[in-house]
């Protein structure tokens, strides 16, 4: 999937963002959190792999995710700098689920190994709903390459299956409460999927205000914490490639995390 790929030692990527946005230290610690991951995921694409092809769908699944997280990042990064907290919150949940995710695969490959593969029954669910003939020879070349590495007599089951649950079910299971699917997923959904609540929020929001009312629709004053805690995403993504691929840039990453910490003790969040 993602590795045996060409190598791009400690390469990075233009972050285009607002730079002139306040509060500066706290946008200047995400953006150099990003670098880290763009760093980390280059280092990681000349990985051979496993010779267990379940552990390799493990790894090559990290390295994807990660590619996620870069493009997430950014797009958080760009909404902050701007002002549209609001509508930033969608990426915020995105890095939490991308980060969720590649632990329940870490920690089980034969997990990662089955939902590498369940691209072939979700594939087949979209491809049923735009009416496409299961016959159509991209139809099979995909299902080919998804089925590529399946065991024998292996089918394909729904990603959500293979998983456990949805997010929430998950979340559930493992913290023992509902606090931290709300606080990551449920709540940051709530704007960008036209909430009741979220109209309730803006409803508050704008309340009284006049001709700069909608400064007050984009913006929450939430920007340090959000902040802080995706930053902490993306250096959580970026540790679990260091460790897992012996990425060389653990001391850059060390100083990273002293930065996060020491914002964090001083302003009290997260």
């Known amino acids: 999937m993602f590795a045996g790929q060409n190598s791009l030692d400690k390469a990075t990527f233009t972050v285009s963002y607002n730079t002139s946005a306040e509060p500066k230290e706290y946008f200047d610690l995400f953006r150099d959190a990003l670098v880290m991951l763009d760093k980390s995921v280059a280092a990681c694409r000349d990985h051979v792999g496993d010779k267990d092809k ?11 995710y990660g590619m996620l997280a870069m493009s997430e990042g950014r797009a958080l990064l760009a909404l902050l700098s701007i002002g549209l907290d609001r509508s930033s919150r969608i990426h915020f949940r995105s890095l939490h689920e991308y980060s969720f995710r590649i632990a329940l695969l870490l920690e089980d490959p034969c997990t990662a190994h089955n939902f590498k593969i369940s691209a072939a029954s979700e594939m087949a669910r979209f491809v049923a709903m735009y009416n496409i003939p299961e016959t159509d020879q991209r139809v099979l070349d995909a299902k080919a390459r998804y089925l590529a590495d399946a065991d024998a007599g292996q089918e394909p089951q729904r990603e959500k299956k293979v998983l456990g649950g949805d997010m929430a079910s998950l979340m559930r299971s493992r913290s023992g409460s509902d606090a931290q699917y709300a606080s990551t997923f449920g709540f940051p959904s709530l704007f960008s999927h036209g909430s009741i609540l979220a109209l ?7 309340s009284g205000k006049g001709p700069d009312f909608a400064t007050y629709i984009f913006a929450d004053g939430q920007v340090q914490q959000t902040l802080l805690t995706c930053a ?16 060389a840039v653990l001391d850059e990453w060390d100083g990273l995390k002293t930065r996060l910490d020491d914002l964090i003790m001083r302003d009290g969040h997260i």
């Open 54 to 64: 379940k552990r390799d769908a493990a790894l090559n699944l990290l390295i994807g």
């Open 232 to 247: 902490s995403q993306l250096l959580n993504l970026s540790l679990q490639l260091i460790k897992h691929f012996g990425v």
């Open 200 to 206: 309730y929020e803006v409803s508050e929001a704008t």
